[in-house]
């Protein structure tokens, strides 16, 4: 099946600081999206990316997938920033294959 | 406002029992998923449903049973067989243009 890699696995910013996240996958894809998982669980959907570059305030997202990469960018860190990191993904079998996250710290 | 929800929260369940997790969208989406997730990992694929009266096996479905009769409802059966249950369930519904929308979660612990 698909390989989803995740990096860095953890990281640790000072508030204000920015930071690049980056998901590797192993296999064309329908459907890429990047989630956060607040320290309750809940998974909020940051990015629907299989293509191209899109930004949301603070954050933007670039998936380039004829080199099988996506990449979470996030500018001035804010301490509600932390939790987990999900790359996902749809090759075709029409569900997501998650990768294993990277948890990120926002200290102030 | 439209979403998924998830019931209960919290599940205790006793060694040998079966317990039915909850989750219901009003989002109108066709396709609706059970992801399983374990602390400190990613989310794995137990069931998905494209269709009413439709589901297919993921990844993990041993010990699990789910049934599709209402487009809006998509419940799952935590059985006697699956051996580790306690784990953080989490359910999910998808539109094609829109990408996938997942509810709050249940959080079962075996007792």
């Known amino acids: 099946g698909i390989q989803v890699e995740q990096s860095p696995p953890d990281l640790i910013l000072q508030e204000g600081a920015n930071s690049t996240l980056r998901c590797n996958f192993s296999?064309?894809?329908?459907?890429l999206q990047w989630f956060h998982q607040n320290p309750w669980g809940q998974l909020i959907n940051l990015f629907y990316?299989?293509?191209g570059t899109k930004q949301n305030g603070r954050l933007s997202a670039t998936t380039v997938a004829t080199e099988r990469y996506s990449l979470l960018y996030i500018s001035s860190s804010q301490t509600t920033d932390s939790g987990v990191y999900f790359c996902?993904?749809?090759?075709?079998?029409?569900?997501?294959?998650f990768g294993s996250g990277t948890r990120l710290q926002v200290q102030p | 406002d439209g979403g998924i929800t998830q019931s209960p929260k919290y599940l205790f369940r006793k060694e040998g029992q079966n317990v039915t997790l909850s989750c219901e969208q009003n989002?109108?989406?066709?396709?609706m998923y059970w992801y399983r997730q374990d602390p400190g990992q990613g989310l794995r694929l137990i069931y998905y449903?494209?269709?009413?009266?439709?589901?297919q096996k993921g990844d993990i479905a041993e010990g699990y049973s789910v049934s599709r009769e209402k487009k809006e409802s998509f419940p799952l059966t935590v059985t006697s067989a699956q051996k580790n249950p306690t784990a953080f369930y989490l359910c999910?519904?998808?539109?094609?243009?829109?990408?996938?929308?997942f509810g709050s979660g249940t959080r079962l612990t075996v007792v």
């Open positions: 996902a993904l749809d090759t075709g079998r029409r569900a997501l294959t």
């Open positions: 296999d064309s894809v329908n459907n």
């Open positions: 990316i299989p293509s």
């Open positions: 989002l109108n989406h066709d396709a």
């Open positions: 449903s494209q269709i009413v009266n439709d589901f």
């Open positions: 999910a519904s998808h539109r094609t243009d829109y990408g996938y929308t």
